[in-house]
């Protein structure tokens, strides 16, 4: 189980950049006034190369490496020239550097940034002194020294861009000052101990491109959010109540949305057919309500649908809104008390790999329109109360293998057994879970048993569609029920 769970997320993974990217970056905007000098940031050109650090900022770079437990910082002359991995600079016009970026913590083997004293480290207020910074980074600092994020960080205003304090241990509200730093692009206080709620002023953040405040305990309401520039927003795993606002469906560039294991209640909004840009929701682990919203079928770019463990009982899954999801490549739409039929439209969609609507209450058949899905290669119907054969041929069998999940559906069979209840060529592991057709011949009125069921009991208790054969009919089928017992136990 964990196996299937590491390869779909490695396959969500792919379908968005790689999030590193935006905590290495320095974001600049032109439309920010600015004195310094736009050189490439690998070295040092011709014209500059007489240049020196302010010597403000250099000691305040000084104080702020001492305070994360990087004193070896203060043995340089000049911080800019003689530089490292972790600090970034820009001349001004006159030929002085000043400091645009500072960051701290191994992230990976290629970013290994100054570490910092997880005992002692604590942000330095010498920061303000910083009159140009654009990017902060802090990975894995305070993690044995639990403290609040300082709210004099809101004084960086003027310049800042780039906030990433991940994994730091932080405890406490987020600072309502944050929303003072208006040119922000990136905002990640991921995997902290954070228990307040969103603030308010974070709707000044008009610039803001990726939010990410997941895995921490932040509580109350999602407040209405800026909604032009968004696209990465990220509050999973938090304690979040209330409705979805419809705002966020205002957001014309998101590109992934992820709200999933909250305490959201209420309908999905009908507004999202502004997501026009979407690739990732996960909504899955709430308590959300209510119909599909007819909205989710403009979601054209859509590659990623997680909606699993819901309230929607008694909801039917609609065939006209998943028709057009094209680019759909993973839906998962486990535990939500679905009933109805799956929709053709479902096994028509050309990019769909990843399938789960196990653990639901859906009946009727397997639509035929699956026998065509070329690229399915993981399928979960488990638990449902679904009839009839299954349309798949015995190439599909063997591509999905043990992610074909058809257990626990009364009256699935596979329609490819030959007369000894296998089919050639075919493992029988494959279609645990089910019978082949030819045995599901019951009366009305009679149960049919799963060969996959068939225990030691006596021949008069044998249900009617098997009793029906002769003993010897019966001992013959006794090889391939201990092979499908066996498959059970290795399942």
Known sequence: MRQHSLSLLQLVLLLLPPPS????????????????????QTGFSIAHDRARTDSHEQKAVYEIMKATGNSWATSIPDVCRGRWHGIECMPDKDDVYHIVSLSFGALSDDTAFPTCDQSTSFISPWLTKLPHIRSLFFY?????????????????????????????GHVGPIPTQLGNLTLLRVLDLHSNNLTSSIPQSFTNLAHLRSLDLSSNRLTGRIPDLPTSTLNVLDLSQNLLQGSIPASLGNCPSLIKMDLSRNYLTGPIPNSFDGLRSLMLLDLSYNRLSGPFPVSLGSLTSLRALILKVNSMQSTVIPNAVFSPLKNLMILILSDMGLHGTIPESIGCLPSLRVLHLDRNDLNGSIPQSFRHSGNLNELRVNDNRLVGPIPFGREMLWKMGRKLKLANNSGLCYDGCSSNGRDEGVDSSFVLGIACCESQTAPVGTTTKHLSSIDHQEPEHISPSVSGASALNYMQLLPSTAILLMGLLLL
Do not use: E, K, W, Y
Request: hydrophobic fraction near 35%; aromatic fraction near 6%.
């Open 21 to 40: 990217m935006t905590f290495t970056v320095i974001m600049t905007d032109s439309n920010v006034p600015s004195t310094l000098v736009d050189t490439p």
């Open 140 to 168: 894995q600092c305070f993690t044995r020294n639990p403290q609040p994020i300082p709210p004099f960080l809101a004084h960086l205003g003027p310049t800042l861009q780039s906030l990433v304090l991940r994994n730091n």
